[in-house]
């Protein structure tokens, strides 16, 4: 194991050419871009010593990412200049860096300090009204029990308190762009339509279907437990009267939901009518401790 000498906190974002690494390639990438930005990176102990960067939570595998946060350990002290420009000519492709400050070394570990993550959802298949009703009868409820089901083992949650913040937003007209290139509303969108009127028509795809934008704000703390997206969805599923779109092939652009369904973030084949479907999920930031309440 190396001295750490200094420690960084990267702010960093996660565009299309990423989304679909997983968090073990993505952590590989990286290692290999500080080899080529020759970046002094401090290294664990152990047999197989690995450098020593540490991000605050794995992504999603098809989710983007707008504000995220990883720890820098290093072997040898740079300028925040000199270690700017190393990485923003070496970071791996799909990756954009957007800040970094420094740590005191002896700080405390930074996934324990996550107090919140924020997100933002374009969903397929639902109207704005009825959506808005079920979110409505979400921030309603004083309890929302639920399922998780990892594996063999099953384990009974209530999913309120987690979900501390909800609401309808526009949809992304670049998710329904990528849906439906050749429809009016997808031209629309992508010649940067903003009226009214082109957001009304983005609302409408293949066979007519409407699209939503949900925005939430959900827990994500070691101690109090962590909320996840398509655990929200999955419950305004229900509250819907919809089933969840899932690819025909059952890779890893989907995410198991809590009652065991499976929730798409994008590709396959478009959804049935009759379900629901997460068009380019984004997290747009995640919350320390001492930034929310």
Known sequence: MSEVRQRWRLTFARDEDARYL?????????ERAFRRARIPVATSEGF???PRLIFAAPLQLGMLAEHDLADLYMAERLTAADLRRRLIDGLPRGYRLVDIHDVWTGAPALAPQLSAADYRLTLFNVERPRLQEAVDRILAAERLQRVRRRESKTTTYDLRPLVLGLRCVEPDLTAHTETNRDTPAAGAAAAGATSAGATAAAGLGQDRAPMAGLWLRLRHSQDRGSGRPDEVVAALAEYLG???????DDTDDAAQTDDGRRLATGGGERSRPSALEVLRPIRERLWLVDEVD
Not at 22 to 30: F, M, N, P, T, Y
């Open 48 to 50: 197989s010593p690995r």
């Open 242 to 248: 919809l089933e969840i779109y899932a690819p025909a």
């Open 22 to 30: 997983s968090h073990l390639d993505a952590v590989h990438q990286w």
